[in-house]
């Protein structure tokens, strides 16, 4: 199994540019989850969606939007993009009860 | 805001040294807690999951105290390959998500 697929690994953006980050599972999970990494902050949560048709916002969800395009798949879409949304963009899985997050292997993002 | 805090390190040791990285929680409705390993450039994977009883996987063990909020990691016989940052994991009470913690990083030297 794949697992959690993100793309694309690496973008370099202008400011004002938009763009969508995809994330998609194949392991039937229920939730998933949209987070960003930058250093000394850890991993802070933007998105998350509980289910099909659900999303809610997490930590830092000021700039982005998302959609839960299918139980399979949820996108990251920045509008107008900024430096400050320079970082690496972790998609993540799970499903209730189970133990832990599968992450996919990220999204490195720049923008000049 | 619910948050996990821990020593940001760099821990830096030899090969077959015992290493302890601790870490504590804020939110006493945690039920769930985990360790993830990160390594350079790639995504945290689970390392093993924290039980009030300890559990212990091979040349790692866990450890949770609830009435401190307190969770450790103890590395017997550090490997080269340990060598990585350590996320210690909780989940955010009635909100479900998990919280992670900034890491721990880890350098085992030769």
């Known amino acids: 199994n794949a697992g959690v697929t993100q793309t694309p690994k690496f973008q370099v953006l202008k400011t004002g540019q938009s763009m969508t980050l995809q994330c998609a599972q194949d392991m039937n999970h229920n939730s998933m989850y949209w987070y960003r990494q930058d250093p000394g902050m850890g991993l802070r949560l933007i998105y998350y969606?509980?289910?099909?048709?659900?999303?809610d916002k997490g930590e830092v969800p000021n700039g982005y939007n998302v959609s839960r395009l299918n139980k399979r798949e949820f996108s990251l879409r920045l509008e107008s993009a900024a430096p400050s949304q320079t970082s690496v963009y972790f998609c993540a899985s799970s499903e209730p009860g189970q133990r832990g997050y599968t992450f996919g292997s990220g999204t490195r993002l720049t923008v000049v | 805001r619910k948050e996990v805090e821990q020593d940001p390190g760099p821990f830096n040791v030899p090969e077959g040294a015992t290493v302890a990285f601790n870490c504590t929680y804020s939110n006493s409705a945690s039920q769930s807690f985990f360790w993830y390993r990160q390594d350079c450039r790639k995504e945290p994977k689970l390392l093993m999951s924290v039980y009030s009883s300890g559990n212990e996987d091979g040349r790692f063990t866990a450890q949770l105290n609830r009435a401190s909020q307190y969770i450790s990691l103890l590395i017997r016989d550090s490997k080269l390959s340990d060598s990585a940052t350590y996320l210690c994991?909780?989940?955010?009470?009635?909100?479900?998500?998990?919280?992670f913690g900034k890491g721990t990083k880890l350098s085992v030297k030769p």
């Open positions: 969606s509980a289910s099909e048709g659900t999303t």
């Open positions: 994991v909780a989940d955010g009470g009635s909100q479900g998500n998990l919280i």
